[in-house]
């Protein structure tokens, strides 16, 4: 126990200084990204060594604060920035959830604005989190992380 302790400690330390914390607002966000500076793979996705295996480094943010995740949960970023390893700014969700959340143009079923427009809704009152859940075909889960980040 007490060196898992020590090994996580060690990979905060070295995973810290791979990131810039300094990154861009993006427009739907409250704070700034941290952005990624180690290794990337061959779609610009950050990749971190951990545990002997290479994960997605928005991944290895929730394993080593202690978080466990099954294999078919992904790590998305709310803020659509791929190299973004801010915790608040990341969210677990499925396969499914994570293919609607990326960017992909004219064909993303939840670009940045419909996530302000949610953020709104909620904080109006306009719409319950389960109607948008239900609307999105996402969580409730989603949308209040949606609606609070």
């Known amino acids: ?3 898992d302790k020590l090994t996580r400690t060690s990979d905060r330390r070295r995973f810290d200084t791979m990131v810039n914390r300094h990154g861009p607002l993006q427009t ?3 704070a700034p990204c941290c952005e990624w ?4 793979d061959g779609h610009g996705y950050p990749k971190f060594w951990l545990d002997g295996n290479s994960t997605t480094a928005q991944r290895a943010v929730f394993l080593i604060a202690g978080v466990e995740l099954t294999p078919d949960q992904r790590v998305m970023a709310l803020c659509n920035n791929r190299l973004c390893v801010r915790p608040d700014h990341l969210v ?3 396969i499914q959830e994570a293919h609607g959340l990326r960017m992909r143009g004219q064909n993303d079923w939840l670009r940045p604005a419909e996530r302000m427009c949610i953020r709104d809704w909620v904080a109006e009152g306009e719409a319950t989190v389960g109607e948008i859940a239900e609307w999105c075909d996402i969580r409730a889960e989603l949308v209040e992380r949606i609606a609070g980040s």
């Open 1 to 3: 126990m007490v060196n």
């Open 28 to 30: 739907h966000m409250d």
């Open 37 to 40: 500076t180690g290794a990337v």
């Open 92 to 94: 677990v969700g499925t």
